[in-house]
């Protein structure tokens, strides 16, 4: 499931209306970066429960967020901070590296510790 656009989508996964509209406001200047290379989306982690289990999320591990492609998904660590610099740094890796689309589902992962 990528974008209808074909580009990749990038999705923050919260079951709290609240964190996800505080993690759309941290992150629209990335989005703004990365615009026509990606599109980003919030998701109803409640709502839309099914995704979490595609995406192999922990429920009690939100927020959480994935990149999908056409064939790939890139999981950002559940448990490391979603902040600004470190999703740059992680979708850069992403959409810059040739090799990042090749590797299996679900082994990118990347975090940033402080």
């Known amino acids: ?13 919260s079951a709290e209306e609240g ?10 200047g990335i989005a703004m970066k990365y615009r026509g ?16 289990e595609h ?3 922990n429920a ?4 959480a967020f994935v990149v999908q492609t056409s064939d790939d998904f890139f999981m950002f660590r559940q448990g490391s901070q979603i902040t600004a610099d470190a999703i740059d740094e992680f ?3 992403i959409i ?6 090749n590797m299996p589902i679900n082994t990118f992962q990347f975090s940033v510790t402080s």
């Open 1 to 13: 499931m990528s974008s209808q656009s074909g580009l990749p989508l990038a999705m923050v996964f």
């Open 19 to 28: 964190e996800r509209k505080s993690l759309a406001k941290r992150l629209i």
């Open 37 to 52: 290379q990606v599109n980003f989306a919030t998701v109803d982690a409640e709502k839309q429960s099914f995704f979490l």
């Open 55 to 57: 995406f192999g999320l």
């Open 60 to 63: 009690d591990h939100l927020p």
């Open 91 to 93: 979708i850069g890796q």
């Open 96 to 101: 810059h590296s040739g090799t990042a689309y």
